[in-house]
């Protein structure tokens, strides 16, 4: 097999330059190489040779937040129109190949809220699942980027599929197909997942295992311009043991990454056997995004499953959160002296005790993480449990609790499962039904407008583990919903006139996952 090849990466530039308050937060940290006797996390800080172990521990009560001035205004952006929805066919027993969904998002036409134009990949059982710009980092005192290439990797069968938008945004056409084979030789990589772009302009895409399904984390780059594959981003040795998504921030020159699942044992369900053995990712990976190394990196607990990853969009911010979908935990992370790094717990949702389901504990499963332009608010997707949550953040380190609404779910009234010990709700709440429709399964992906008021989510997790869970979801089809949300005082509340029925589609009902705007969004451009 021809080896790995590295990709090159030029420092961005800095565009832009803002004052930092000069208090820094306080901590306490070992240097002692032990673990210290009050709650903590390890931390692995990582040469290129050798691995030195140091403990990192923190008084949450003495703990001060960062105090950044508010985020610069939002790089400026109308409102959306036109989204683009990943959308598969696997599991669904229907033979057709995957598409992308082009959704009119204006209020004032007459499709609005309806699916206008389908691209059909030209492959079957791709599962496309994340998407990405090829463009989408940008300062402050340039034109926003122009989002005028979506790429979308797949994650079952890890091709990389490049989609022309920019052409005729209302109806995408396919411009370039990467085989897997390709990705297969070139970088050894497979199951394919978060794509962002980079300062340099090439595309970073993470994935979460080796051609094989077992897990390998890491990272492959596509040019910018060609879309060609040029090879791997970090070193071979250095590859986590699993990934799945990334953010970074380039005037820290730090990539920070997640863990995810084992893709081959994850293909065959949640099989609550598997816990204790690994088949769940449990490390938060921190990169020096310039010199593509691993420099830290996070236990944050057996199963704990870090999934979605973010910072704050303020590119003097040296934090953020990650989200962890078995423990119920969100952790912030943030900078502290000599460009190390620390973690801290700030959320923790709580199991539920339960009974008619796989375990007698339910996990919330945290899927997705999303945070403000103005880095106001941080929204939460629980899968199983069925609620989005909207935590208010003008203190970083002690997120508050704003809004909340449950939007389908595993713990419904009337439904298999009954709830013995809530520790946050009195009773079960009732199913949802928006424009005649039973919504079945639970909040998975989000997207938020640039404005902050108009939050969408799909329910489609994973094919495999949606026909495990919500079998309902695989019959009906997905369903992609708007919140509309208080960015004043906070809150959440369903909008009962907007509804995307996937369920009726002409193949047959399909399941959508991935949300994106063609003017912008939350969760696609990194300020530089």
Same mark, same amino acid.
């Given at each position: %097999?021809?080896?790995?090849?590295?990709?090159?990466?030029?420092?961005?530039?800095?565009?832009?330059?803002?004052?930092?308050?000069?208090?820094?937060?306080?901590?306490?940290?070992?240097?002692?190489?032990?673990?210290?006797?009050?709650?903590?996390?390890? /931390?692995?800080?990582?040469?290129?040779?050798?691995?030195?172990?140091?403990?990192?521990?923190?008084?949450?009560?003495?703990?001060?937040?960062?105090?950044?001035?508010?985020?610069?205004?939002?790089?400026?952006?109308?409102?959306?129109? $036109?989204?683009?929805?990943?959308?598969?066919?696997?599991?669904?027993?229907?033979?057709?190949?995957?598409?992308?969904?082009?959704? =009119?998002?204006?209020?004032?036409?007459?499709?609005?809220?309806?699916?206008?134009?389908?691209?059909?990949?030209?492959?079957?059982?791709?599962?496309?699942?994340?998407?990405?710009?090829?463009?989408?980092?940008?300062?402050?005192?340039?034109?926003?980027?122009?989002?005028?290439?979506?790429?979308?990797?797949?994650?079952?069968? /890890?091709?990389?599929?490049?989609?022309?938008?920019?052409?005729?945004?209302?109806?995408?056409?396919?411009?370039?197909?990467?085989?897997?084979?390709?990705?297969?030789?070139? +970088?050894?990589?497979?199951?394919?997942?978060?794509?962002?772009?980079?300062?340099?302009?090439?595309?970073?895409?993470?994935?979460?295992?080796?051609?094989?399904?077992?897990?390998?984390?890491?990272?492959?780059?596509?040019?910018?311009?060609?879309?060609?594959?040029?090879?791997?981003?970090?070193?071979?040795?250095?590859?986590?043991?699993?990934?799945?998504?990334?953010?970074?921030?380039?005037?820290?020159?730090?990539?920070?990454?997640?863990?995810?699942?084992?893709?081959?044992?994850?293909?065959?369900?949640?099989?609550?056997?598997?816990?204790?053995?690994?088949?769940?990712?449990?490390?938060?990976?921190?990169?020096?995004?310039?010199?593509?190394?691993?420099?830290? +990196?996070?236990?944050?607990?057996?199963?704990?499953?870090?999934? /979605?990853?973010?910072?704050?969009?303020?590119?003097?911010?040296?934090?953020?959160?990650?989200?962890?979908?078995?423990?119920?935990?969100?952790?912030?992370?943030?900078?502290?002296?000599?460009?190390?790094?620390?973690?801290?717990?700030?959320?923790?949702?709580?199991?539920?005790?339960?009974?008619?389901?796989?375990?007698?504990?339910?996990?919330?499963?945290?899927?997705?993480?999303?945070?403000?332009?103005?880095?106001?608010?941080?929204?939460?997707?629980?899968?199983?449990?069925? =609620?989005?949550?909207?935590?208010?953040?003008?203190?970083?380190?002690?997120?508050?609790?704003?809004?909340?609404?449950?939007?389908?779910?595993?713990?419904?009234?009337?439904?298999?499962?009954?709830?013995?010990?809530?520790?946050?709700?009195?009773?079960?709440? !009732?199913?949802?039904?928006?424009?005649?429709?039973?919504?079945?399964?639970?909040?998975?992906? %989000?997207?938020?407008?640039?404005?902050?008021?108009?939050?969408? $989510?799909?329910?489609?997790?994973?094919?495999?583990?949606?026909?495990?869970?919500?079998?309902?979801?695989?019959?009906?089809?997905?369903?992609?919903?708007?919140?509309?949300?208080?960015?004043?005082?906070?809150?959440?509340?369903?909008?009962?006139?907007?509804?995307? !029925?996937?369920?009726?589609?002409?193949?047959?009902?399909?399941?959508?996952?991935?949300?994106?705007?063609?003017?912008?969004?939350?969760?696609?451009?990194?300020?530089?």
């Amino acid at each position: %097999m021809a080896p790995p090849l590295a990709a090159a990466f030029s420092p961005p530039p800095f565009c832009l330059v803002y004052k930092a308050p000069s208090e820094q937060p306080r901590h306490s940290t070992s240097h002692s190489g032990e673990a210290d006797s009050e709650p903590h996390l390890q /931390s692995q800080h990582l040469c290129s040779r050798r691995v030195n172990q140091k403990a990192v521990s923190m008084d949450r009560c003495r703990a001060q937040c960062y105090e950044y001035p508010t985020c610069p205004e939002a790089v400026k952006a109308p409102r959306e129109e $036109v989204a683009y929805v990943t959308c598969t066919y696997r599991e669904t027993c229907v033979e057709q190949p995957d598409f992308l969904a082009t959704i =009119d998002l204006n209020p004032r036409s007459p499709c609005y809220c309806q699916v206008i134009h389908r691209l059909p990949m030209p492959n079957l059982k791709d599962e496309l699942h994340s998407s990405g710009w090829s463009a989408g980092c940008a300062c402050f005192d340039t034109a926003t980027p122009r989002r005028n290439k979506l790429i979308l990797p797949c994650l079952i069968s /890890s091709r990389i599929y490049v989609v022309d938008v920019g052409s005729q945004c209302r109806a995408p056409k396919l411009c370039k197909m990467i085989e897997p084979v390709d990705v297969f030789w070139k +970088c050894n990589k497979g199951y394919l997942s978060v794509v962002h772009s980079l300062p340099n302009g090439d595309i970073l895409i993470a994935n979460m295992g080796d051609p094989a399904g077992n897990g390998k984390g890491g990272f492959i780059v596509l040019d910018g311009e060609t879309f060609e594959l040029k090879g791997n981003w970090e070193n071979e040795c250095e590859a986590p043991p699993t990934g799945y998504d990334f953010w970074y921030q380039p005037r820290h020159n730090v990539l920070i990454s997640s863990a995810g699942l084992v893709p081959k044992r994850a293909g065959r369900g949640f099989n609550p056997d598997d816990l204790k053995k690994g088949v769940f990712g449990r490390r938060l990976n921190v990169w020096n995004l310039s010199c593509h190394t691993l420099t830290q +990196c996070f236990d944050l607990g057996e199963d704990s499953l870090p999934l /979605s990853v973010k910072f704050l969009h303020n590119p003097d911010a040296a934090e953020g959160y990650v989200s962890c979908a078995l423990s119920g935990i969100v952790y912030r992370f943030y900078k502290c002296e000599a460009n190390n790094w620390a973690v801290e717990e700030v959320i923790r949702i709580p199991a539920k005790d339960v009974t008619g389901w796989i375990m007698p504990k339910m996990p919330a499963f945290t899927v997705d993480l999303v945070i403000s332009t103005d880095d106001k608010y941080l929204y939460l997707s629980n899968w199983l449990h069925g =609620d989005i949550r909207q935590y208010e953040l003008s203190k970083t380190c002690k997120p508050r609790l704003v809004g909340q609404v449950f939007v389908g779910g595993s713990i419904l009234r009337g439904g298999p499962v009954t709830v013995c010990r809530d520790e946050e709700l009195k009773c079960q709440p !009732d199913p949802l039904v928006v424009k005649c429709k039973r919504v079945y399964g639970g909040p998975s992906k %989000m997207q938020l407008s640039v404005d902050g008021k108009r939050l969408y $989510v799909t329910n489609s997790f994973y094919s495999t583990w949606d026909k495990q869970f919500y079998p309902n979801l695989v019959r009906e089809g997905s369903v992609m919903l708007q919140i509309d949300v208080d960015t004043e005082k906070g809150g959440l509340c369903v909008n009962k006139n907007f509804l995307v !029925d996937f369920g009726k589609e002409l193949n047959g009902p399909c399941l959508a996952h991935d949300i994106r705007f063609a003017s912008g969004d939350s969760t696609s451009d990194i300020l530089a």
